[in-house]
């Protein structure tokens, strides 16, 4: 665990970004997983479903006799081709792939009822993944996308979407994998059906911490950011900003459950009572709550409430969002319109505590190192390009103003990925 403050004056909030990483306990999965086929079968897939049907025979085969997979398929309405979860052994691999093989596509694009209906049959004491494969926009019955969100994150598994053509709609596949904590990929063949389902199985090879939750008490937090966690995944770091009062010592912990199991992991560490040296800090938790709002807005609908406030976050800490912008004038503009450069002052900060931290050592930001979260005999050391080491991994080795230059730039991504 990791943390890094700023907090200049005794008597006001500070800020924090805090930084965990699962590593050592959350151990490969050997009892087998659970594979979810959603298949579209819907009338826009001739001329690709043999593609799809090739691809799929294909992953099927490079199953274990431990894994298990159902297959779902779906057009106007969803049907089952298994009857629940069947393992992949040779007998049942030929025979649901020849069963795969002679559907002739038809129909609409009903997505949310061949998801509704593979969600039903999932096993909680099993790690379990959703392949949905498609080409189309959802067209027939549940359509919006607020109600896709809320059917995934209703579930603790994680789906990998594999899109066919380019009529689909990519807003919404890619929003409810990301809720998920999966992957949406374009594919054009079955070598790539093969080869995206291949690197989902690369996913959910370790055990997951799920339902996680971080609680800190002792001291008075607020303004966090995620609110929700969800499940934490083997190379997964979860980093939480959000402001602070006081100082002190803080008990930390985070829950969850392992395979069905619960699981508690506890510290306790100070956050100070001043500390000036990460100024960013300020413009990193306000990006980061921006971008919470956002993606609620594009989940659930835009909010009059949610709009204003990533616009005030965006003019009080210059950042350009989808409601503000910036205007490049004179400096005689400013003093003409008494504008205050509020900006100018927070760069100027920033850019004085980078020269001060680059002429000091690496500064280890191990927070939990006098009593670890996760104690083991043979904890793994992880090594930064920056120094930094530590099982905290990266988050004490990034240079906080490099980052905050990224942001822009992952911000335009995101929007020119969405239009």
């Known amino acids: 665990m990791d943390l890094v403050t700023y907090k200049p004056e005794q008597d006001k909030a500070g800020t924090f970004m805090l930084t965990v990483t699962p590593a050592m306990d959350l151990q490969p999965i050997t009892e087998g997983r659970d594979w979810l086929f959603v298949l579209d079968i819907s009338g826009s897939m001739k001329g690709k479903y043999q593609t799809l049907a090739d691809g799929v025979s294909r992953a099927l085969q490079k199953m274990?006799?431990?894994?298990?997979?159902?297959?779902?398929?779906?057009?106007?309405?969803?049907?089952?081709?298994?009857?629940?979860?069947?393992?992949?052994?040779?007998?049942?691999?030929?025979?649901?792939?020849?069963?795969?093989?002679?559907?002739?596509?038809?129909?609409?694009?009903?997505?949310?009822?061949?998801?509704?209906?593979?969600?039903?049959?999932?096993?909680?004491?099993?790690?379990?993944?959703?392949?949905?494969?498609?080409?189309?926009?959802?067209?027939?019955?549940?359509?919006?996308?607020?109600?896709?969100?809320?059917?995934?994150?209703?579930?603790?598994?994680?789906?990998?979407t594999f899109i066919m053509g380019n009529s689909a709609n990519r807003p919404l596949l890619t929003a409810i994998t990301d809720a998920s904590n999966g992957f949406a990929m374009s594919v054009s063949n079955s070598d790539d059906i093969v080869g995206s389902i291949l690197l989902a199985q690369s996913k959910v090879t370790h055990e997951a911490l799920h339902g996680a939750q971080l609680k800190i008490k002792g001291i008075k937090t607020f303004d966090l950011t995620p609110e929700k966690i969800g499940s934490l995944y083997r190379g997964q770091q979860l980093t939480m900003f959000g402001h602070y009062s006081g100082s002190g010592q803080a008990k930390v912990s985070l829950s969850g459950k392992i395979s069905g199991e619960e699981k508690v992991y506890q510290t306790d560490f100070a956050f100070p009572e001043t500390s000036t040296a990460n100024p960013e800090l300020e413009r990193l938790w306000a990006y980061a709550s921006i971008e919470q709002l956002s993606r609620e807005i594009e989940d659930f609908g835009e909010d009059a409430d949610m709009k204003q406030a990533i616009t005030d976050l965006g003019i009080q800490y210059g950042l350009v969002t989808d409601y503000t912008s910036m205007?490049?004038?004179?400096?005689?503009?400013?003093?003409?319109?008494?504008?205050?450069?509020?900006?100018?002052?927070?760069?100027?900060?920033?850019?004085?505590?980078?020269?001060?931290?680059?002429?000091?050592?690496?500064?280890?930001?191990?927070?939990?190192?006098?009593?670890?979260?996760?104690?083991?005999?043979?904890?793994?050391?992880?090594?930064?390009?920056?120094?930094?080491?530590?099982?905290?991994?990266?988050?004490?080795?990034?240079?906080?103003?490099?980052?905050?230059?990224?942001?822009?730039?992952?911000?335009?991504?995101?929007?020119?990925?969405?239009?």
């Open 64 to 160: 274990s006799p431990n894994e298990r997979f159902r297959i779902i398929l779906f057009n106007n309405s969803a049907s089952e081709l298994t009857r629940g979860y069947i393992p992949a052994n040779p007998e049942n691999v030929r025979k649901y792939i020849d069963k795969v093989g002679k559907i002739a596509p038809n129909g609409g694009t009903n997505v949310y009822d061949g998801l509704h209906k593979g969600l039903k049959g999932l096993d909680s004491d099993r790690t379990s993944a959703i392949l949905l494969v498609t080409d189309g926009v959802a067209n027939v019955g549940v359509t919006r996308q607020k109600d896709f969100i809320k059917l995934i994150r209703s579930h603790d598994v994680r789906l990998f």
């Open 327 to 419: 205007v490049v004038v004179r400096d005689q503009v400013f003093k003409k319109l008494g504008i205050e450069r509020r900006n100018t002052k927070r760069l100027e900060r920033e850019f004085t505590a980078q020269k001060e931290r680059a002429a000091q050592p690496v500064v280890q930001r191990r927070a939990d190192t006098a009593r670890p979260m996760f104690k083991s005999s043979n904890r793994p050391t992880t090594r930064s390009s920056g120094g930094n080491s530590g099982g905290g991994g990266g988050a004490g080795s990034f240079d906080l103003v490099s980052l905050l230059f990224l942001l822009p730039l992952a911000w335009i991504g995101r929007r020119t990925k969405q239009a």
